[in-house]
Nanobody
């Protein structure tokens, strides 16, 4: 069973919204850092958002449209995505940093564990 499981992706029209979810079926999610990344064919995973050190961080391209949040009671991390654009399409991955040290929340290599992703497709 996967360590992280994403859900909530789908196909929406431009301007629409989705709520992506990430949970860990087998254990408690890290208190250190969680992140969301996006990947499109032929490209590297792109930083979208992170909840780290009590703060949240966003890529410029999604700032004011996306919101990352944690609900400890649900052992889940969410990414609310609003006002979607066709360029937001891709596979969205949840990432977890369990070990302490560093603050490279925008780099995929900094994270320890990944889910298998959930597809988001935005049509114009």
């Amino acid at each position: 069973q996967a360590l992280l499981v994403e859900s909530g992706g789908g196909r929406v029209q431009a301007g629409g919204s989705l709520r992506l979810s990430c949970t860990a079926p087998l254990r408690t999610l890290s208190a250190h850092a969680m992140g969301w990344f996006r990947q499109t064919p032929g490209k590297e995973r792109e930083f979208i958002a992170s909840a780290f050190g009590g703060a949240t961080y966003y890529a410029d391209s999604v700032k004011d449209r996306f919101t990352i949040s944690r609900v400890h009671a649900n052992n889940s991390v969410y990414l609310q995505v609003n006002n979607l654009k066709p360029e937001d399409s891709g596979v969205y991955y949840c990432a977890e940093r369990r070990s302490y040290g560093g603050n490279w929340y925008g780099q995929a290599s900094w994270y320890d564990y990944w889910g298998r992703g959930t597809q988001v497709t935005v049509s114009s």
